[in-house]
């Protein structure tokens, strides 16, 4: 992982960095921003074991409650990402085609009364086109299936040796069920060491959030975190957002409709934009 020299001051200073650092022809660029520049690159249900360990009872319970809002995915993908939707844990990881909506998380004021602003930071991931997989990926299958089974069971899929044993053993077995319940001609080939890897998935726009964010998204295997210093072939760039900085940037993101409202279509986030508006700037 790359540190950017310059912070990020003002939205010249964003255009600067990218004009220095083009993508070759057979690579692409994607974003992301951190409020506080202490948090880490994982996804939301590797923060805390009780969610790790209760991934399978997260998908089941808000499926349950809310079955209507699924009744159109047909992968455990597409429920991932409408989890993710929603806020519930999930081994996604939000990105943006757009660098401009890194920036605007990056610049996010503080989200409690009285709370100091912290220093930001905006992310740059660089890989292979190639290695970006589209929703009905085999692969992406494979990895957002983990999520349909238990803590043990996963757990005893990180102890087998080889593709041969996961895919003899009853555990992977199991994991083959669910992958054939979306891919019925899927055969038992899973490869072991794609459900310790993450990938860069293409999603299908299947929400206004989705749309208005430019969304991808990084889905984690049984990796918890994006390493800082390996970071499994992203290369990762990073700048600095200081605190002091971050009411200037929303303002200039706000004259170029980067804000509440754009980045969040849901009429609540409409509401809330509108109100802000009224009150003094943050």
Not at 123 to 133: G, I
Not at 264 to 277: F, M
Request: neutral net charge; proline residues 6%.
């Amino acid at each position: 992982m790359a540190q950017w020299p310059d912070p990020i001051n003002a939205l010249d200073d964003l255009f600067k960095l990218l004009r220095q650092t083009p993508p070759d022809e057979d690579q692409i660029h994607l974003y992301r921003g951190h409020r506080n520049s202490s948090w880490k690159l994982e996804p939301s249900l590797f923060r805390y074991q009780e969610y790790r360990q209760a991934e399978r009872e997260i998908l089941r319970d808000v499926i349950a409650l809310q079955p209507n809002e699924f009744r159109d995915d047909t992968t455990t993908f597409e429920r991932l990402v409408r989890l993710q939707h929603y806020g519930a844990p999930t081994r996604l990881f939000d990105l943006s085609y757009n660098p401009l909506v890194g920036l605007f998380f990056a610049c996010r004021p503080p989200t409690k009364e009285g709370e100091a602003e912290s220093e930001g930071e905006f992310f740059q991931f660089t890989l292979k086109k190639a290695d970006v997989k589209y929703f009905d990926s085999d692969t992406i299958s494979c990895v957002s299936n983990l999520a349909s089974l238990r803590y043990d069971e996963k757990q005893k899929l990180m102890s087998f040796r080889d593709n041969g044993e996961l895919n003899s053993r009853d555990e992977g077995r199991r994991l083959l069920f669910f992958i054939q319940a979306e891919k019925p001609f899927f055969e038992p080939r899973i490869v072991l060491e794609h459900l310790k890897s993450i990938f860069a998935v293409h999603p299908k726009l299947s929400n206004q959030r989705i749309v208005a964010q430019q969304g991808a998204f990084l889905i984690f295997g049984e990796t918890t975190e994006l390493d800082r210093e390996r970071a499994l072939g992203i290369n990762v760039l990073t700048a600095k957002i200081p605190a002091s900085m971050k009411k200037c940037l929303r303002r200039e993101l706000d004259r170029i409709s980067i804000n509440l409202r754009s980045m969040y279509p849901e009429i609540e986030k409409a509401s809330e934009y509108v109100k802000s508006k009224l009150l003094p700037p943050s």
